[in-house]
């Protein structure tokens, strides 16, 4: 069965400086792997999105993640934090297994705070 | 282009009342329909979703419905709300295949009283 994990709860950085937000994946299926990023009282966006083609995924607002197959990881990250990514971050995959429910498998969130 | 509406974006309920929040996809037919709810500090749990019309299938047991009338209209009810069923609700479409990911509704913030 497919999980994922964010290993982090939360996460304070100050603006300017990289951001690492880290989530680590089980799957018996080839995954397709999202970040989704949400916004107090507002709902999910897709950050960016890893479907097996290059492991290195660029997504918006200056985010990308990378896509470690031997280390079963799909790590967030951005080299310089604004106030505006002060958010809650979802590492999310795809249910694979559930034929064509679609059905995603949502981490537990990050929460980002980005101090002045 | 494809869009989803969600209303209402608040809702204040006594409880025991009843409950009706729709969604409702444009720019596409026959998508994969969603219903989450998100309570206060934790994670999406998912609640119904929806391969076709007529055709829900739910994850939890709880006070809550769906109902799906047509291709692109969604609908979650309840005969009455309790103080659990407090929380941030949110409806979500995709293509039928988990590779594409969802489209997110901007959501509900529903609070029983």
């Known amino acids: 069965a497919q999980s994922v994990t964010q290993l982090d709860s939360h996460v304070s950085v100050s603006e300017g400086t990289p951001v690492l937000l880290r989530c680590n994946y089980s799957?018996?299926?080839?995954?397709?792997l999202f970040w989704y990023v949400q916004h107090p009282n507002k709902g999910l966006q897709l950050l960016l999105k890893?479907?097996?083609?290059?492991?290195l995924v660029k997504g918006i607002n200056g985010f990308e993640a990378e896509f470690k197959k031997s280390e079963t990881s799909f790590h967030l990250t951005k080299p310089s934090a604004h106030m505006s990514d002060a958010a809650e971050y979802f590492c999310?995959?795809?249910?694979?297994?559930?034929?064509?429910?679609?059905?995603?498998?949502f981490g537990q969130g990050t929460t980002l705070q980005v101090k002045p | 282009s494809q869009t989803i509406h969600q209303w209402p974006a608040t809702l204040v309920q006594p409880v025991g009342s009843p409950l009706s929040l729709e969604c409702t996809v444009e720019?596409?037919?026959?998508?994969?329909l969603y219903w989450y709810r998100q309570a206060a500090g934790r994670g999406l749990q998912l609640l119904f979703y929806?391969?076709?019309?007529?055709?829900i299938s739910s994850e939890v047991p709880q006070n809550l419905s769906a109902s799906r009338p047509q291709d692109r209209q969604f609908i979650l009810s309840s005969k009455k709300l309790l103080l659990s069923d407090s929380g941030f609700y949110l409806c979500?479409?995709?293509?039928?295949?988990?590779?594409?990911?969802?489209?997110f509704g901007s959501g509900t913030r529903l609070t029983v009283v």
């Open positions: 720019g596409t037919s026959n998508p994969n």
């Open positions: 999310v995959v795809s249910d694979q297994g559930s034929s064509n429910t679609g059905k995603l498998i």
């Open positions: 799957s018996s299926y080839s995954p397709s």
């Open positions: 890893y479907t097996s083609a290059a492991t």
């Open positions: 979500a479409w995709n293509p039928g295949r988990g590779l594409y990911g969802y489209t």
């Open positions: 929806s391969v076709g019309i007529g055709q």
